[in-house]
């Protein structure tokens, strides 16, 4: 026991606060809040689109430029990509450890595990696996073009057309958004609780925060493909 204890204290906070329940919890709050300022930032540049080619395609161009000349041409937008990738994978590897802990920690002869487990968490978990999806599919969409057979390098506003110019392109990001709205309703509440937000006068606001984050990035986002659809954007 001692010697456990003498082992325990070597190990660096940092190692020990991961392993506990809270610190996952914890790195899946912060993680989400990265997440959440980038679909924020990223709804209001798609919505660039409606202002026509020059303005799509010149802001990308400056999002390119951020940064010069201390920094050289995308370096910032690297810098980005980098952060936001590893923000993703910590989230990820929380919500799959966090959650075969709750498995393990569970009544062996427990015969109704689904019937347990409750709506909002069954959300996270799909929604989770969705996003992930989509996120492989949007970069081979719109980065690489592996997908977007009609895609040009450097031709945002053209390549945003051409996906949304198809059903599939449609149905794919169509529901991406809805998992990313979900996602957000249930994720924030549960962040904000994690990192002590919340409380018996607060919980009300936060949940009405939630289901405004929600919905108005839902609908920000899939405004995209309607313009394309209803011909707005062309």
Same mark, same amino acid.
């Given at each position: 026991?001692?010697?456990? #204890?003498?082992?325990?204290?070597?190990? *660096?906070?940092?190692?020990? &606060?991961?392993?506990?329940?809270? =610190?996952?919890?914890?790195?899946?709050?912060?993680?989400?809040?990265?997440?959440? &300022?980038? $679909?924020?930032? /990223?709804?209001? =540049?798609?919505?660039?689109?409606?202002? +026509?080619?020059?303005?799509?395609?010149?802001?990308?161009?400056?999002? %390119?430029?951020?940064?010069? *000349?201390?920094?050289?041409?995308?370096? &910032?937008?690297?810098?980005?990509?980098?952060? !936001?990738?590893?923000?993703?994978?910590?989230?990820?590897?929380?919500?799959?450890?966090?959650?075969?802990?709750?498995?393990?920690?569970? *009544?062996? =002869?427990?015969? /109704?595990?689904?019937?347990?487990?409750?709506?909002?968490?069954?959300?996270?978990?799909?929604? +989770?696996?969705?996003?992930? $999806?989509?996120?492989?599919?949007?970069?081979?969409? !719109?980065? #690489?073009?592996?997908?977007? *057979?009609?895609?040009?390098? =450097?031709?945002?506003?053209?390549?945003?057309?051409?996906?949304?110019?198809?059903?599939?392109?449609?149905?794919?990001?169509?529901?991406?958004?809805?998992?990313?709205?979900? /996602?957000? %309703?249930?994720?924030?509440?549960?962040?904000?609780?994690?990192? +002590?937000?919340?409380?018996?006068?607060?919980? %009300?606001?936060?949940?009405?925060?939630?289901?405004?984050?929600?919905?108005?990035?839902?609908?920000g986002f899939l405004s995209v493909p309607i313009g394309?659809?209803?011909?707005i954007v062309e």
């Amino acid at each position: 026991m001692a010697l456990a #204890t003498r082992t325990e204290r070597r190990t *660096p906070t940092v190692v020990r &606060l991961w392993r506990s329940t809270i =610190g996952k919890k914890t790195v899946m709050a912060v993680s989400g809040a990265v997440m959440l &300022l980038y $679909l924020i930032a /990223h709804m209001v =540049g798609n919505l660039k689109v409606f202002f +026509g080619a020059d303005e799509m395609n010149d802001y990308a161009h400056w999002l %390119r430029e951020i940064g010069e *000349p201390v920094l050289h041409y995308e370096w &910032l937008l690297w810098i980005i990509r980098v952060v !936001l990738l590893a923000a993703v994978i910590a989230h990820g590897v929380a919500a799959y450890q966090l959650s075969r802990r709750d498995l393990a920690a569970r *009544p062996v =002869g427990y015969k /109704h595990t689904l019937a347990r487990t409750s709506y909002a968490t069954r959300t996270m978990r799909w929604g +989770g696996v969705i996003l992930a $999806l989509f996120i492989v599919w949007h970069l081979l969409d !719109l980065t #690489t073009h592996t997908v977007n *057979p009609n895609g040009e390098a =450097g031709k945002p506003y053209e390549n945003i057309v051409a996906t949304f110019s198809t059903w599939y392109g449609n149905a794919i990001y169509g529901v991406a958004m809805i998992a990313v709205g979900l /996602h957000i %309703r249930h994720g924030f509440f549960s962040a904000a609780q994690t990192l +002590g937000a919340g409380s018996a006068t607060r919980d %009300r606001s936060l949940r009405l925060i939630a289901n405004g984050l929600a919905l108005v990035l839902t609908l920000g986002f899939l405004s995209v493909p309607i313009g394309v659809m209803t011909g707005i954007v062309e």
